[in-house]
C-alpha cells in the first residue's frame, strides 16, 4: 500500500523554538505539498515542491521555510514557532502528469504554548 | 482551479445511496473533477476522479454532466463510516501541481 508518513501524530512546543515538521513518500512521486488546516478556514497550502531542491511559496508561507533533499523527503520548518501556528498540519504528495489526484498523510496536530 | 460549490451539509439513511452534487461551471477543459473525503481528525482520502466520462471504482461512482458544469458523486450503500467532509476540486489541469479545497460537504450518515 502506498503511503505518505508523517513523523509525529501529535507534537506540543513552545513558543519560539524551531520546529521540524518531517514527511516521507514512498511512491516516487515528483510533487509534494504542506497544507495546513484550521477550523472554518478549510485547507490551505504553506508551500510545495515540485523536484528536488526545489520549492514555491503557497497561499501563507509566512513563518514557515521548507527543505526538500531528497525525492521522497519534504521537511516544514518553523523558525520561530509561535501560538499562531498552532493547527492541523497535512503533507501530500503527487504524481507528475495531469491525471494524478494527491495522496496525504494522516497529519500532524502541532500545540505552540 | 475552477471554483466549486457545494451544499453546506446532507444527511443520508444508512444503506441508502448517498448522491453528492457539485457546481463547477468555470471548468475548464482540461481540468479534472476529483473526489476527497476526510474523516474526523485524518488527512483527506482520495475517492475518484474524471474528466468527461462517467467513472467508477470500489468506492463510489462519478457522474459528470455532458458540459461538464456539474457531477455527482455516489456512495451507493451508505455506512456510518461513511461520515465526513467531502471535497469536489475542478484542478490540476495543464501547468498547475496543486489542488485547491474548498470548504466541502458535511455528510452524516445516520442509522
Known amino acids: 500500500d502506498v503511503k505518505v508518513t508523517q513523523s509525529s501524530r501529535y507534537l506540543v512546543k513552545r513558543t519560539g523554538e524551531k520546529v521540524f515538521l518531517e514527511c516521507v513518500q514512498d511512491?516516487?512521486?515528483?510533487?509534494m505539498f504542506w497544507y495546513r488546516q484550521d477550523p472554518g478556514l478549510g485547507l490551505r497550502l504553506i508551500y510545495f515542491s515540485y523536484d528536488v531542491k526545489m520549492k514555491e511559496k503557497g497561499d501563507i508561507p509566512e513563518g514557515y521555510s521548507v527543505s526538500r533533499e531528497k525525492k521522497e523527503r519534504f521537511s516544514l520548518i518553523l523558525e520561530s514557532a509561535s501560538t499562531n501556528q498552532t493547527s492541523m498540519y497535512l503533507c501530500?504528495?503527487?504524481?507528475?502528469?495531469?491525471?494524478?489526484?494527491?495522496?496525504f498523510g494522516s497529519g500532524t496536530r502541532l500545540t505552540v504554548v | 482551479d475552477a471554483k466549486t460549490t457545494q451544499p453546506t451539509s446532507m444527511d443520508c439513511a444508512e444503506g441508502r445511496a448517498a448522491n453528492l452534487p457539485c457546481n463547477h461551471s468555470t471548468i475548464s477543459g482540461n481540468e479534472y473533477v476529483y473526489w476527497y473525503r476526510q474523516i474526523h481528525s485524518q488527512g483527506p482520502q482520495y475517492i475518484i476522479h474524471g474528466l468527461k466520462n462517467n467513472e467508477t471504482n470500489e468506492m463510489a461512482s462519478l457522474i459528470i454532466t455532458e458540459d461538464r458544469k456539474s457531477s455527482t458523486l455516489i456512495l451507493p450503500h451508505a455506512t456510518l463510516r461513511d461520515t465526513a467532509v467531502y471535497y469536489c476540486?475542478?484542478?490540476?489541469?495543464?501547468?498547475?501541481?496543486?489542488?485547491?479545497f474548498g470548504k466541502g460537504t458535511k455528510l452524516s450518515v445516520i442509522p
Open positions: 476540486i475542478a484542478g490540476a489541469g495543464a501547468g498547475s501541481y496543486q489542488l485547491t
Open positions: 511512491m516516487d512521486h515528483e510533487n
Open positions: 501530500a504528495s503527487r504524481a507528475g502528469g495531469m491525471d494524478y489526484g494527491y495522496t
